[in-house]
């Protein structure tokens, strides 16, 4: 686990069967304000490329200015792969706090998901932009393999197709996955995980291979409450971001 101030947060990602691991993970706490952003991507693909992609995008995703927002930060993604053949999906989270309350803007593309949780739910913020989602809006049969298809990813999205959602909350967690862990964990054990393992984004990677699961796995782990039960620890300088492939 990692502190900054009123938040903890945990992060994992694995390769498991892949013959490389095209998930990437970031952090970045802004340095005018400091404030956070979280990233979680997943490259199409199976090769250096798609991880690349990857990379770049959580990368650019957390230097953007928390001002501007998330949707702001799925678009810098976009521009860091704009001359690039690979691509991939992201999810980016940034907490806030305001004189009402705390909470998250989150914005995604893709089949990455982001989680709000607390000792006594699990509850999915974001909607698979799948066929599969899709189909099942329209009430038509789906397969499993059109689960694993995206209708929109990060270099094909526009500003309209970005998903998006604020929400507040009382120091509630929050879980950003790719698709190797939510496809693979089921909720409750997600929930179990979340609530019990002293580094909860390890264990549930660690639930997805026991589960059989092959394809890359990572996940963001975020929270306030733990935190509020801690002395605060000392902030570290420095505003690098934070990758991890």
């Excluded at 997943?42 to 990368?59: F, L, P, Q």
């Excluded at 949780?117 to 913020?125: E, F, G, I, S, Y």
């Excluded at 393992?197 to 059989?212: C, K, M, S």
């Amino acid at each position: 686990m990692q502190h900054d101030l009123d938040i903890r947060w945990d992060t994992a990602s694995e390769r498991n069967l892949r013959a490389v691991n095209a998930d990437a993970v970031a952090t970045r706490r802004d340095p005018a304000t400091g404030k956070l952003v979280f990233a979680v991507a997943d490259g199409i693909g199976d090769t250096s490329r798609s991880a690349e992609a990857a990379r770049k995008a959580v990368a650019a995703a957390v230097a953007t200015p928390v001002e501007q927002g998330a949707i702001q930060a799925m678009l810098a993604a976009q521009q860091a792969l704009l001359f690039d053949e690979h691509d991939c999906v992201l999810v980016v989270a940034m907490p806030f706090t305001d004189r009402v309350s705390s909470g998250y803007r989150i914005a995604w593309v893709g089949d990455c998901r982001a989680y709000l949780w607390d000792d006594q739910t699990l509850h999915q913020l974001t909607s698979d932009q799948t066929v599969a989602a899709y189909l099942r809006s329209q009430l038509r049969p789906t397969t499993p393999r059109m689960e694993h298809i995206v209708t929109n990813t990060v270099r094909t999205t526009s500003t309209d197709q970005i998903g998006w959602t604020q929400v507040r909350t009382n120091g509630s967690g929050l879980l950003l996955a790719t698709d190797g862990v939510h496809k693979v964990v089921p909720a409750i054990a997600m929930h179990r995980e979340l609530t019990t393992a002293a580094r909860p984004a390890q264990a549930l990677i660690d639930a997805a291979t026991a589960l059989g699961g092959r394809d890359n796995a990572s996940a963001v782990v975020i929270d306030w409450s733990a935190a509020r039960r801690e002395p605060p620890p000392v902030p570290r300088q420095g505003a690098a971001p934070l990758v991890h492939q």
